[in-house]
């Protein structure tokens, strides 16, 4: 998700449960709708975030039996002063990429950006040529622009050079 479809979510806009869960982004580029699913990691994140908020057990199981009870029109991020702006998520971002940068986990110039291309590549890398697939997770609407991320860095070419059969002294 961008940063800002993050920022405009709502308790409403999530479906969790223990086997599956996932996010409408109402209101993505180009004012376009799309459903994203949520992964188990993604699921328990939540819970461990709402759960103290919602004063429950932080497991995907008491969160998600509060889920029907709460304001569908409550914001998902919140902080001190309410909502969580898109650039208030920015900066959350920016301190957990220091502190996963100083375990070495990301590199100190990791973005959210970053992270969404990162997400894009991998997708690719499982389920390789599931352009329509990754557009429709991506929030895009022409696959030409999805297409980027079928473009091998560099590296991606030496890696495959160096793997090639033709590697004579191998």
């Known amino acids: 998700m961008r940063r800002s479809e993050c920022a405009a979510l709502d308790v409403g806009d999530v479906l969790i449960g223990e086997r599956m869960g996932s996010v409408l982004v109402r209101s993505g580029k180009g004012h376009a709708s799309r459903r994203v699913p949520l992964n188990a990691s993604a699921r ?62 990301v590199p100190a110039d990791t973005s959210a950006h970053t992270l969404r291309h990162t997400f894009a590549t991998s997708y690719l890398d499982t389920h390789p040529g599931d352009l329509v697939g990754l557009a429709a997770l991506m929030g895009h609407s022409s696959l030409e622009t999805t297409h980027i991320y079928t473009q091998p860095t560099q590296d991606d070419l030496s890696q495959r050079v160096e793997r090639s059969a033709l590697n004579a002294y191998e």
């Not at 709402?50 to 304001?71: F, H, I, N, Q, Y």
């Open 44 to 105: 328990l994140a939540l819970a461990e975030y709402l759960g103290p908020r919602w004063g429950v057990e932080p497991t995907v199981k008491a969160v998600a039996a509060m889920w029907s009870g709460r304001d569908p029109h409550e914001a998902l991020w919140v902080g001190q002063r309410g909502r969580l702006t898109d650039n208030a998520i920015g900066r959350v971002i920016d301190v957990l990429v220091v502190a996963c940068a100083t375990r070495g986990l």
